[in-house]
């Protein structure tokens, strides 16, 4: 960034954006959630086969298994105790605790409910290799940012609580051959995903003070929208209509 004349006051793209603004920047990304890409839009609308549905269970049962080893590693790399208290809560949420079976056995009931045979599920037999090559790049960036980028990382839950709430109320109608209480996933994480966006995006505007930073931070929530944008560009090749 150029440097400024004595009394010369820095330029409005210099300066950083207040907390609002700069809230409002992370929302406007929503535009490239991957709720718009063809595949998810033609699955909302009833569109998709069952064998499709089964690939995009199988595929994105990969990226459920692999969001407590993306939480792990932003623990381990976080120094701050209550950050750590409040974070942590997202791996028991997806791994289970007490009685509480967790998101990955709801999203493995959801296998069950589409026919998804759970061995097969298990197996990751399914898995197209775009999926897991995106996958494991999110994890890999969670293990070598500092976290609070990985935090940052986070924030396409932004825009998650709609996406769970219109599976909720379309798919009955549009896929009626799957079982209602497969649905379990969709329905929990409409409150737990609010939670977890006010933590993440806490620690993000907190952290991110100067518009550089600012904008590092836009660039890495770009990155997680691409990681699920590709996800759905594997899929969609790897279970054609």
């Keep these: 960034m150029p440097s400024h004349g004595a009394g010369t006051p820095p330029s409005d793209a210099a300066l950083p954006w207040t907390r609002e603004e700069f809230e409002?920047?992370?929302?406007?990304?929503?535009?490239?959630?991957h709720v718009h890409h063809p595949f998810h839009v033609k699955m909302n609308q009833g569109q998709c086969s069952p064998e499709q549905i089964r690939g995009w269970v199988a595929c994105r049962f990969y990226y459920q298994v692999n969001i407590p080893l993306k939480d792990a590693a932003v623990l381990s790399n976080c120094p701050d105790r209550e950050v750590r208290r409040r974070w942590v809560l997202r791996i028991l949420d997806h791994?289970?605790?007490?009685?509480?079976e967790g998101g990955i056995e709801s999203w493995a009931r959801l296998g069950d409910a589409v026919g998804l045979p759970r061995a097969e599920l298990l197996s990751m037999q399914h898995v197209a290799p775009g999926v897991k090559?995106?996958?494991?790049?999110?994890v890999n960036f969670a293990r070598r940012a500092p976290w609070q980028e990985s935090v940052c990382s986070s924030l396409t839950e932004l825009f998650a609580t709609d996406i769970h709430r219109q599976r909720l109320a379309s798919w009955p109608e549009h896929y009626p051959w799957i079982q209602p209480e497969g649905l379990h996933y969709f329905r929990s994480r409409v409150s737990?995903?609010?939670r977890d966006?006010?933590?993440g995006l806490e620690v993000t505007l907190d952290y991110f003070k100067t518009?550089?930073?600012?904008?590092?931070?836009?660039?890495i929530l770009q990155f997680k929208l691409d990681i699920l944008w590709s996800m759905l560009d594997a899929i969609d090749k790897a279970f054609p209509a």
């Design 24 to 33: 409002a920047q992370l929302r406007l990304k929503g535009s490239a959630y």
């Design 197 to 199: 966006v006010e933590h």
């Design 133 to 138: 090559f995106a996958v494991d790049a999110y």
């Design 95 to 100: 791994d289970g605790y007490g009685d509480n």
């Design 211 to 219: 518009r550089e930073q600012q904008r590092r931070a836009l660039d």
């Design 192 to 194: 737990l995903a609010q």
